[in-house]
């Protein structure tokens, strides 16, 4: 249910910021394109694998090994090549859109009155123009990465995985609700300390710009000691809103490799006894195995993402607050 209105939030600040990413759509697609040109080849691999260990090592054949071990690299290297275009076309996406919603967000605030910048303050629209929209670039570069990688990786890896063996292939139907239910509740609990945390960094801007301005009369009257007090006390918050909301988001590493680990020893354990009973071939286990760790991965990466987009929905309504406001 969470994920849904996170999902809900996320269409919702997608559709309000798409005006800043129209001179990027270019790198959006092609990104795209790469992306799952990426996957396609990397799941290919392991089905050549399985080939070489099935025909090539059984039957000894030397000459039928090194070719498919060849064809192998080949396909490595191109999808080498689409994952660097990848990242090139992500970055310029992901950065580009960064620089226009800066651009737009600062003439926006040349056209504010006094009034509009006592409502956000100077600090804070200091915050949103920098912090807020790095985390937003980034999610973008990030998204344009994983989030078309990771699912697609998932969807094909599964399907393989359950034309090598439906019967091990079971053993997913316990470990991914494991994971999406983790996913899902510290997502859920993390994303208002993150809300916390972006208030905080505006309070120790607040404290800094106060000081910096007013230095003259800090030194005058002997102030430094009282100065260094407040800046502490906001510092601490911001440690404290910072340990509370990475406290939970560490969680998530631990509790992806204690499920991913456990699924290997089932895959393992099942496994074994099938190739020990002659249902399943060596090759046909290992390119299993090289599957299971494809979905598992793939379900680690749309977690992290996924948690980045719960920041990043913070920051954007944040910077959307400041696009919207109207000048007084």
């Known amino acids: 249910m969470y994920l849904q209105n996170l999902f809900k939030e996320v269409k919702k600040m997608i559709k309000k910021l798409s005006p800043y990413m ?3 759509k270019k790198y959006l697609f092609l ?3 790469c992306a799952a040109l990426e996957v396609i080849f990397e799941l290919l691999i392991p089905l050549v694998m399985a080939k070489i260990v099935d025909v090539g090592i059984a039957a000894g054949d030397t000459a039928y090994t090194i070719k498919m071990g060849l064809l192998m690299v080949c396909m490595a ?6 994952g660097l275009a990848l990242s090139k076309f992500a970055a310029i996406a992901g950065q580009g859109f960064g620089a226009e919603l800066r651009e737009a ?8 009155s006094f009034k509009n910048i006592e409502k956000f303050s100077t600090p804070s629209l200091i915050t949103r123009l920098t912090t807020d929209i790095t985390m937003i670039q980034n999610s973008m570069t990030m998204g344009i990465k994983l989030l078309v990688r990771a699912p697609m990786m998932l ?3 599964f399907v393989l995985a359950i034309t090598i063996s439906p019967k091990l292939a079971m053993i997913f139907l316990v470990s991914i609700p494991v994971l999406v239910t983790s996913i899902g509740l510290i997502i859920k609990a993390v994303k208002p300390r993150f809300d916390a945390m972006q208030k905080k960094i505006d309070n120790i801007n607040t404290v800094v710009q106060e000081n910096l301005i007013g230095i003259r009369v800090v030194k005058s009257f002997v102030r430094q000691a009282k100065e260094k007090e407040k800046f502490k006390a906001s510092n601490d918050d911001l440690v404290n809103a910072s340990t509370r909301a990475f406290g939970l988001v560490v969680l998530n590493m631990p509790i992806m490799q204690f499920v991913v680990f456990s699924s290997v020893i089932g895959i393992l354990w099942f496994g074994g006894n099938m190739v020990y009973a002659g249902t399943l071939t060596v090759g046909k286990l290992t390119s299993f195995m090289t599957y299971s ?10 977690s992290m993402v996924l948690m980045m987009i719960s920041r990043s929905v913070a920051s ?10 109207e000048p007084d």
């Open 105 to 112: 967000e600062y003439i926006k605030i040349q056209s504010y």
């Open 293 to 302: 760790f494809q979905i598992l991965m793939s379900l680690m990466m749309i």
């Open 22 to 24: 129209k001179k990027y």
């Open 155 to 157: 969807i094909c890896a």
């Open 316 to 325: 954007a309504s944040r910077i959307l607050e400041v696009l919207e406001e």
């Open 31 to 33: 990104g795209v394109a």
């Open 77 to 82: 290297m191109i999808s080498l090549s689409f």
